[in-house]
């Protein structure tokens, strides 16, 4: 389970350093009648499958989101919304959950979205490799009746409405479920169908608006077509000529020529995190790690305003922690735990018995080669020597996902709480590789994990206290974007992280 989530996130972080990180879907549009302009979007890969149960949540999720409806989706701010179930409800001790199916919905062969459909769907991805993770704590997946779909859980989830909103809890036909068409013919419940005829896999994906769906009058786009294009200068030079309406702005200088030129240039809100992962935190491999004034150290040792200056163009902004800056668990005060102090993290690493130093090994990649110089220099300032090890990219999931390295460079995209404490401060959590655990730390898992709706803030910020003041983790930035949009479509960027749709854009009329 952790590989796989692993094998996700590094996937996700690929499209992040190419093109567009990905963005929560919106709150149904108020559309009149849909456009007859073309929606023209890019991503920089072919979806690897448009199959339930293997779907990658980079920005694919433009054809498979719009292909698939799923169990739940997410507002503008994150929030669990209905969609194909128009309401749920969980039990008092949250072993429970209930679905009600909307009446009348169809899959894109008129076969009936009911509560056997769904159930099979979800059973589907319950034992996929890409998302059997999700229903970890699923015991069972009923239809009780025609309309009515219930999840018995061995433990409380609370991240698992959230993630039924992704790519877990999309819902496609059970007679094409595991078929090897699936793959590039996908049969799904929608507001778009793939047009095969207009359609090369790898190359473009045609999707036409299906007017029978329940909910198309909140689709802005007849057609929409996405093309792979890896280079982001062939993105830009498509912009220009009118070929293209979005994309993500690899250069930060070039948006004032831009938006001279009548484009629209704007900045996302935080989409992910870099960090350096200190993962070896009982120092198995190096001892040092162990001891947590040498991870405050660290802390300490790296220059986040200059990182983002220097690095990031000044799109985004230093971050001390771990949780997305839009959510209840973000605490601002926090950012003042390690301000940029060469001298005190060295009186540190002093007190810790380190005063020489150490030398430590991590992996090196395509997801580390533009921090390695920046940490190489600010980590030797406190007698922390970096040995960096090449890794091939086709690798990098096993190595990291491994007890290979003490610690490594990593970015990862942003959550919702209850699903950034799973996957990283949990002991089967992919960027725990190590396993560490905490008796303090579980106390306030269980206690976040167990709270209810009006205290969950509350308790994940005090998951994310401990975190910061425990300096599992040195993250450094919080990642947004510059993104672009033709003179033909407007687009609305989400408060939070999620899935990128073709529910933001609009036509610019």
């Known amino acids: 389970m952790k590989f796989s989530r692993l094998a996700a996130s590094v996937g996700v972080i690929a499209v992040l350093t190419a093109s567009v990180a990905a963005c929560s879907p919106s709150a149904p ?10 929606l023209t979007l890019s991503m920089p890969s072919a979806p690897p499958s448009l199959a339930v149960g293997s779907l990658d949540q980079g920005v694919s999720s433009y054809v498979w989101a719009s292909v698939y409806d799923s169990l739940l989706t997410r507002d503008l701010s994150g929030a669990v919304q209905p969609s194909v179930a128009e309401k749920y409800t969980v039990s008092d001790d949250g072993l429970t959950l209930t679905f009600s199916i909307r009446e009348g919905m169809t899959f894109s062969t008129g076969e009936p979205v009911d509560a056997a459909a769904v159930a099979a769907s979800l059973t589907f991805s319950s034992t996929a490799p890409a998302t059997s993770a999700v229903f970890a704590n699923v015991s069972s997946i009923d239809a009780t ?3 009515t779909v219930t999840l018995t859980l061995s433990r409380q989830d609370t991240a698992l409405p959230y993630q039924l909103a992704q790519a877990a809890g999309v ?11 699936a793959a590039l013919d996908p049969v799904g419940s929608g507001p778009y169908v793939l047009d095969n005829d207009a359609t090369t896999d790898g190359s473009t994906y045609t999707l036409e608006l299906r007017p029978d769906y329940w909910n198309a009058d909140a689709y802005s786009f007849k057609k929409v077509v996405v093309n792979v294009i890896a280079d982001s200068t062939a993105q830009q030079n498509a912009l220009q000529a009118g070929q293209l309406d979005f994309m993500s702005l690899a250069n930060p200088a070039q948006g004032e020529a831009l938006t001279a030129a009548g484009f629209t240039v704007q900045e996302t809100s935080p989409v992910a995190w870099g960090a350096i992962v200190i993962a070896d935190r009982a ?10 004034r040498v991870r405050q150290a660290i802390n300490l040792a790296v220059d986040r305003k200059a990182i983002v200056e220097k690095l990031l163009a000044g799109v985004g902004a230093p971050t001390e922690q771990i949780f997305d800056p839009g959510s209840g668990a973000y605490d601002p005060d926090l950012n003042d735990t390690y301000a940029y102090d060469v001298a005190k993290a060295k009186s540190l690493m002093e007190e810790a018995g380190y005063a020489d130093g150490f030398t430590v090994s991590m992996p090196s990649s395509v997801l580390s080669q533009t921090m390695e110089p920046t940490l190489t220099q600010q980590l030797g300032e406190i007698g922390i020597t970096v040995e960096w090890k090449p890794v091939p990219f086709d690798q990098i999931v096993t ?36 396993g560490a655990t905490d008796p303090e730390l579980t106390a306030l898992l269980e206690n976040a994990a167990n709270a209810s709706a009006e205290d969950a803030d509350t308790a994940y910020r005090a998951v994310n206290q401990w975190s910061v003041e425990n300096a599992w983790f040195a993250p450094l930035y919080a990642y947004a974007q510059l993104v672009v949009t033709s003179k033909a479509v407007t687009f609305t960027p989400r408060t939070v992280a999620g899935l990128l749709t073709v529910e933001q854009f609009q036509p610019a009329s």
């Open 283 to 292: 120092g198995e491999i190096q001892p040092a790690l162990a001891d947590v």
């Open 145 to 147: 009746d025609d309309s």
């Open 399 to 434: 190595v990291l996902g491994s007890k290979t390295y003490p610690m490594y460079w990593f970015i990862n995209g942003y959550s919702v709480p209850q699903i950034v404490t799973n996957d990283t401060l949990t002991p089967t959590g992919y960027l725990n590789p190590f």
């Open 29 to 38: 549009a108020d559309v009149d009648q849909p456009s007859d302009h073309v």
């Open 171 to 181: 819902i496609g036909d059970p007679a094409t479920l595991g078929s090897d068409s």
